[in-house]
């Protein structure tokens, strides 16, 4: 019933710029938290950030300056901009919404994941 789409990954230079979206859609009543994880091979998912329904943010140490995460609650959809990557930005970059549907508690939901990957 509840969806999330991503979309905008891809190949970049190191130092390019890159931006992934992610829009929830379906009988959904509220969205609260949402957020960017990442997975390189062999590696853990992570958080890369996040932002609260009132638009708080944080951010893992590796991306604080470079990326920024915003939502437009109109849209249910939540933007990761990415700025002067590098290569260890390389990942599969996946989205996470804590949202309430019609006839469901609130849950966790995931994107199915977008690949970005920086290289020359």
């Known amino acids: 019933q509840v969806q999330l789409v991503e979309s905008g990954g891809g190949l970049v230079q190191p130092g390019g710029s890159l931006r992934v979206s992610c829009a929830a859609s379906?009988?959904?009543?509220?969205?609260?938290?949402m957020g960017w994880y990442r997975q390189a091979p062999g590696k853990q998912r992570d958080l890369v950030a996040g932002?609260?329904?009132?638009?708080?943010?944080n951010y893992a140490d590796s991306v604080k300056g470079r990326f920024t995460i915003s939502r437009d609650n109109a849209k249910n959809t939540v933007y990761l901009q990415m700025n002067s990557l590098k290569p260890e930005d390389t990942a599969v970059y996946y989205c996470n919404a804590g949202i309430k549907a019609a006839g469901s508690p609130a849950s966790d939901y995931w994107g199915q994941g977008t690949q970005v990957t920086v290289s020359s």
């Open positions: 379906g009988s959904i009543f509220s969205v609260y938290f």
């Open positions: 932002i609260t329904s009132s638009g708080t943010t």
